[in-house]
């Protein structure tokens, strides 16, 4: 993948800092209805696609952790 530059990465953390408590709630909701969804799927051993789910899977928790860490 490409590199991403620091001054969009910035950009970036800076407009997420900006999130309103409802926005927050909406991705914490998502991110939540996410997890479970792969989950579901991960746990599904005959499914040929489990590494792929795995590995979404572990994004999102890591997603999750981030905007679980009380307020933004």
């Known amino acids: 993948g490409s590199m991403m530059s620091k001054t969009f990465l910035n950009y970036t953390f800076k407009k997420i800092l900006e999130l ?8 914490q909701v998502s991110i939540d209805h996410m997890v479970e969804h792969l989950e579901g799927l991960c746990a599904d051993d005959e499914d040929a696609n489990r590494r792929y789910y795995i590995t979404r899977l572990e994004a999102a928790k890591r997603l999750k952790k981030l905007f679980s860490q009380g307020e933004v």
């Open 20 to 27: 309103s408590d409802l926005e927050i709630n909406v991705l």
